[in-house]
């Protein structure tokens, strides 16, 4: 009764963490049938950049200049720093590199969401196509308006540039980070838009002003780009991958210095999931592919999470359950690998630096091991929903010297 009971269970959790790759294998059927109109280019779009910052004169010059410097009409371009809450130097040095400065002081409502919609609500929407955020901990390529350009027109969609990691080569833990991101952007947003399914949003995300100026801005959670896909996903918004479009931005270099942004992450999605679940299964908007994968991307691990989960069934199967039971489950846990281990080996094969990031999966168990210790903590102190800031380190040079296309 104890096998069976066992079985059952997990029969359940490998139910579960196979839908990623089903979802995978939908988008694969519907791209290779479905035909991308081809569109006229239209005029450059007006793009309004927005900023936010809290004490990041360490950073905010590096970006600014980069947005400054863009190889983009001024007539069609203006970029603006929200300096939220600072005591230290952000907005003077913002406005020596060029850019307008936006100050404010309200000690008692901090935070990014708070301090764009502060922003937005004092700017004429109606000059521009799109608003595009990006962290002060960032820089872009000469390009990145161009490539942002080429999904134009933006006034009614939600777009997600490439976001690539700009000390990628730092050390083991900004390797494996970079690897993660590129099979984000190289591979799992090129197929999900060749699908027709929305891409995730994050950090240089742009929202058309039509939308902006209909809905206003939607998210104060501590994790408001992920509560933003939900919210847009649900209502049937577009939210499009700009693969043409280069964002670069600093990974955790420590453990230490990434835990507190990891359980910020973990605390937001358990907070989104429970609110926005059901309402993306009952929205009458989008249809049943678009409702998987977006609880596909809210709800299941992160890969080396799932690495774990997926190996704690197949020695549970092969221990517990045992038999030819236990075998085909363990074996359906090794499927549910297969999309991970078949988009790393693709971002690896087109990987600038291959064999030195390979070399960095020695560390895979020592980093597994501590994000268990990180989600357990976060489990612990879920209703914890405060914003703490990630330690800053100065800038370096970027992984591929700043070139338009991580190679």
Not at 246 to 274: C, D, F, K, M
Not at 303 to 321: C, E, R, T
Request: glycine share 6%; with cysteine.
């Amino acid at each position: 009764m104890l096998h069976l009971s066992l079985a059952v269970l997990l029969v359940g959790v490998v139910a579960v963490i196979l839908l990623p790759v089903v979802s995978e294998i939908l988008c694969l059927l519907v791209s290779w049938r479905r035909v991308v109109p081809v569109k006229a280019r239209l005029e450059m779009p007006r793009l309004l950049f927005l900023v936010p910052a809290h004490n990041e004169e360490l950073l905010i010059t590096n970006c600014v200049r980069s947005l400054v410097g863009l190889a983009y009409p001024g007539s069609h371009r203006r970029v603006v720093v929200v300096a939220d809450n600072c005591n230290d130097n952000t907005a003077r040095l913002a406005r020596e590199q060029g850019a307008e400065t936006m100050e404010r002081n309200d000690p008692s409502a901090p935070g990014k969401p708070r301090a764009l919609a502060w922003a937005l609500a004092q700017i004429d929407l109606t000059k521009w196509d799109a608003c595009v955020i990006v962290d002060a901990d960032s820089t872009v390529a000469p390009t990145f308006a161009l490539g942002l350009g080429e999904l134009a027109p933006l006034n009614d969609i939600v777009f997600q540039p490439n976001n690539w990691v700009l000390n990628e080569f730092e050390n083991w833990l900004t390797r494996l980070g970079g690897l993660l991101g590129r099979c984000r952007f190289n591979v799992t947003y090129p197929l999900k838009q060749s699908a027709g399914l929305n891409c995730p949003i994050s950090n240089g995300m742009g929202f058309g002003t039509n939308v902006l100026m209909r809905d206003g801005w939607r998210s104060f959670s501590i994790t408001e780009d992920t509560e933003l896909y939900a919210v847009y996903t649900a209502e049937g918004v577009k939210l499009r991958h700009a693969p043409a479009a280069n964002l670069y931005s600093q990974e955790a270099h420590s453990l230490p210095q990434g835990a507190i942004q990891r359980r910020r992450w973990i605390a937001g999605r358990v907070h989104i999931i429970r609110e926005w679940a059901p309402r993306l299964l009952r929205s009458k908007k989008i249809g049943w592919r678009q409702k998987l994968d977006a609880l596909v991307e809210l709800a299941l691990p992160a890969p080396v999470l799932h690495l774990l989960v997926a190996g704690g069934v197949i020695a549970a199967a092969l221990l517990g359950v045992g038999g030819k039971p236990g075998v085909w489950i363990a074996f359906a846990a090794v499927a549910s690998l297969s999309g991970i281990v078949v988009t790393t080996l693709t971002a690896l094969w087109h990987h600038p630096r291959p064999w030195s990031t390979l070399a960095s999966f020695v560390m895979l168990p020592v980093y597994a091991a501590w994000r268990l210790v990180v989600v357990l903590r976060t489990v612990v102190t879920v209703r914890d929903t405060r914003w703490q800031r990630t330690a800053r380190t100065s800038s370096i040079a970027g992984p591929i010297g700043m070139t338009d296309r991580a190679a």
